[in-house]
């Protein structure tokens, strides 16, 4: 089965010929007079400070604690470590509980 050519051209907007054209010449579109400004200034309010002040705060926080960390691998190598089953099977039933809450 052999596909012919249509025998009207397809529509093309005028934004996309424009810019298929100007772009084909090396010619860019010139900026609206707005952008151009380079006396534009912004200025962040105080939860914006207070955030990033937060946020260098913990960066230089570590993540894990070592020292806990330190300790409970030498308790499992010695084989003091206890798992608290009740314990486990209550913070999982409530993360679910979370999870499934955020959901509805």
């Given at each position: 089965m052999k596909i012919d050519k249509p025998s009207k051209p397809l529509p093309t907007s005028a934004a996309t010929e424009g810019g298929a054209h100007a772009a084909a010449k090396g010619k860019a579109n010139p900026m609206p007079a707005a952008?151009?400004?380079?006396?534009?200034?912004?200025?962040?309010?105080?939860?914006?400070?207070?955030?990033?002040?937060?946020?260098?705060?913990?960066?230089?926080?570590?993540?894990?604690?070592a020292a806990k960390v330190a300790e409970i691998k030498?308790?499992?190598?010695?084989?003091?470590?206890?798992?608290?089953?009740?314990?486990?099977?209550g913070r999982l039933i409530d993360t679910v509980r979370d999870l499934i809450g955020g959901r509805a």
């Amino acid at each position: 089965m052999k596909i012919d050519k249509p025998s009207k051209p397809l529509p093309t907007s005028a934004a996309t010929e424009g810019g298929a054209h100007a772009a084909a010449k090396g010619k860019a579109n010139p900026m609206p007079a707005a952008a151009q400004r380079s006396d534009t200034s912004v200025s962040l309010g105080a939860a914006a400070t207070q955030l990033h002040s937060m946020e260098n705060s913990m960066a230089n926080t570590p993540v894990v604690n070592a020292a806990k960390v330190a300790e409970i691998k030498q308790a499992i190598s010695e084989g003091r470590f206890k798992v608290n089953s009740e314990a486990v099977a209550g913070r999982l039933i409530d993360t679910v509980r979370d999870l499934i809450g955020g959901r509805a």
